[in-house]
C-alpha cells in the first residue's frame, strides 16, 4: 500500500463514489489482482487511466486501501 499517496489533496477531495456490481482491485491496470470490492461499497477515485478504462480508488471499508478497478464499474 502507498501510504504517500493517502496525503495528497486529491485523496481528501476526490468525490465518493459507489460500486455498481463486484469487482476485483489490482495493482496497477492489467497486473496483480491484491483484493476485491462488493456492489454498493463506497470508494473515492483518485484519478483515471489515460484511456480511462481504470481508475485508481481508496477503498473506504473492506479493501481499505489503494488500488485499481475498471471504470465501468464505478456507479455515476
Known amino acids: 500500500m502507498r501510504r504517500a499517496a493517502r496525503t495528497r489533496p486529491e485523496v481528501r477531495t476526490a468525490p465518493r463514489r459507489t460500486l455498481c456490481r463486484d ?8 497486473h496483480l489482482v ?9 470508494v473515492r477515485v483518485l484519478c483515471r487511466s489515460a484511456s480511462g478504462h481504470s481508475s485508481e ?3 473506504l471499508r473492506a ?14
Open 34 to 42: 491484491i483484493g476485491n470490492v462488493s456492489e454498493g461499497e463506497p
Open 57 to 59: 480508488i481508496l477503498g
Open 63 to 76: 479493501f481499505g486501501g489503494i488500488g485499481w478497478i475498471r471504470t465501468r464499474v464505478l456507479c455515476h
Open 23 to 30: 469487482s476485483y482491485v489490482q495493482r496497477k491496470p492489467g
